[in-house]
Every structure is written in structure tokens, then in C-alpha cells.
T-cell receptor
């Protein structure tokens, strides 16, 4: 069975601070995919990034960056120079290869960026 | 493209009532999913479909039914609403590719009293 743990339930930072959201996953599959989704106060789920298990390269997209480490089964998400608009719940999710294709979600981290 | 659309946005049901949550996607995705999100929790899979006419149970299917008569539509049916089904329901879809990403609808907030 798969499991995703986001140990940080809530994080508060002041605008312009950097913040890292942790994600630890468990799976026995060798082929899997990791995702981050953002859920702003409006409630919709916004796709941010997908990484596959064969690609451990870190990725940067503007103020967002992701650090994937198979050795520690982690897929952490960093926001640089945070902004108030970054306030949201962030979910890490895991999907393994196979017929089911469903996502296993973590419980989410509520990020609040204070002005 | 409108993406994934869901109706209604919000609904209040009495215990024992039934209703259908509608989900439509216009991206020609083969895979469609229904999730529920309880307060302060991540999403849990209710049912999914790999194509028209094919559906299967997810992690929490009890109390729900689905059908998939077309590629575009994947309605979720609640037959006898219970307070435990108070939740936000998300529909999602994805291509039938190795690295497909699931795209989500805006959600339906359901309150059962």
C-alpha cells in the first residue's frame, strides 16, 4: 500500500520569507509519480508539478522549487520570497504504475503568508 | 476547453434523500475519478473509470454508485444520504498515458442534515 505523509499541518511565514513544505512517501513500487497540488481558499485544486521515480533532478519554476530524494523518500517543495497569494493548502500525492492509476494524497499543509 | 466541470456547486440534503453529482470533461480523457475531501484531510478515491462502460471501486466506495456511458460524463450517485457523506466532492480526469496528470474540477460541497 502507498502512503504520503505531510507532517506539517500548518505553517505561517511573513511575506518574503522562504518556506519549505515537507513530503515523505512510502511505496514498494519502483515506478511511481509524485505530484504537488495547491488548494487556494476558493477550493479548487491546482496542479503544480509531476515527477517520475526515474528523474531525481531538482526543478525550479519561478519562485517554486522541488527537491526529490529517493534515498530519503522525500519530495519537498520550497517557495522562495513568499507572497500573500501563496496562502493555500498544499497537497503532496503519489501514484504508482499499474491499472488503478489513482492518486494517494497526503493530509495537506496549510500555508499562511502574512503581510 | 472548459476542462472538468461539476454541478451543483453546493447542495444540502436531508438524511435518506438521493442525488446525483454531475461531472463532465471536454478534454477527451479516458480516465475519470471521484474523490471526497473531508475537513482538514487529503482526498480519498471513491470510484474511478478507465473508459466508457468501465468503472471500479476506490478506497471509500460504500454509499455511492457511478456509471460511465460516455467518455465525457461520469456522474456520482448517492442513494440514501447520510451525515457521514457530508464532504467536498472532486471529480478529476486524465489521459491514458504513462505519466498522465489528473486535472480536477472545482468541487461540489455537500451537506447532509
Amino acid at each position: 500500500a502507498q502512503k504520503v505523509t505531510q507532517a506539517q499541518t500548518e505553517i505561517s511565514v511573513v511575506e518574503k520569507e522562504d518556506v519549505t513544505l515537507d513530503c515523505v512517501y512510502e511505496t514498494r513500487d519502483t515506478t511511481y509519480y509524485l505530484f504537488w497540488y495547491k488548494q487556494p481558499p476558493s477550493g479548487e485544486l491546482v496542479f503544480l508539478i509531476r515527477r517520475n521515480s526515474f528523474d531525481e533532478q531538482n526543478e525550479i519554476s519561478g519562485r517554486y522549487s522541488w527537491n526529490f530524494q529517493k534515498s530519503t523518500s522525500s519530495f519537498n517543495f520550497t517557495i522562495t520570497a513568499s507572497q500573500v497569494v501563496d496562502s493555500a493548502v498544499y497537497f503532496c500525492a503519489l501514484r504508482v504504475s499499474g491499472s488503478a492509476r489513482q492518486l494517494t494524497f497526503g493530509s495537506g499543509t496549510q500555508l499562511t503568508v502574512l503581510p | 476547453n472548459a476542462g472538468v466541470t461539476q454541478t451543483p456547486k453546493f447542495r444540502i440534503l436531508k438524511i435518506g434523500q438521493s442525488m446525483t453529482l454531475q461531472c463532465t470533461q471536454d478534454m477527451n480523457h479516458n480516465y475519470m475519478y471521484w474523490y471526497r475531501q473531508d475537513p482538514g484531510m487529503g482526498l480519498k478515491l471513491i470510484y474511478y473509470s478507465v473508459g466508457a462502460g468501465i468503472t471500479d471501486k476506490g478506497e471509500v466506495p460504500n454509499g455511492y454508485n457511478v456509471s460511465r456511458s460516455t467518455t465525457e460524463d461520469f456522474p456520482l450517485r448517492l442513494e440514501l444520504a447520510a451525515p457521514s457523506q457530508t464532504s467536498v466532492y472532486f471529480c478529476a480526469s486524465s489521459y491514458e498515458l504513462v505519466q498522465e496528470t489528473q486535472y480536477f474540477g472545482p468541487g461540489t460541497r455537500l451537506l447532509v442534515l
